[in-house]
Nanobody, 122 residues
């Protein structure tokens, strides 16, 4: 089992940048695929990006490709989401999640953080 705690959210103007962090507990962090998701009130939670155990394989939603970068530091049990060129439509609660299976479906992620709010003003 792994416990996740996100940080780094906040208020930023359009065009700005934020870096989210997700600290994981446990000694098996490096065995998990990690994902970042986001959710807007009234809408379904959507996948933003994933990264495999080594960091050598990543996936991005089309809406963030070229602007966001997911990375991980297994020595620090931490996964990051660098968000550049932020847009008002990026406003959401951002969650990190961990999966043993590594598929993209949200149901494959049993472990979740509490979320961190990102607000992008126009």
């Amino acid at each position: 089992q792994v416990q996740l705690v996100e940080s780094g959210g906040g208020l930023v103007q359009a065009g700005g940048s934020l870096r989210l962090s997700c600290a994981a507990s446990g000694r098996t962090f490096s065995s998990y695929v990690m994902g970042w998701f986001r959710q807007v009130p009234g809408k379904e939670r959507e996948l933003v990006a994933t990264i495999n155990w080594s960091g050598g394989s990543t996936y991005y939603a089309d809406s963030v490709k070229g602007r966001f970068t997911i990375s991980r530091d297994n020595a620090k049990n931490t996964v990051y989401l660098q968000m550049n060129s932020l847009k008002p439509e990026d406003t959401a609660v951002y969650y990190c999640a961990a999966s043993r299976t590594g598929v993209l479906a949200i149901d494959s992620y049993p472990y979740w953080g509490q979320g961190t709010q990102v607000t992008v003003s126009s």
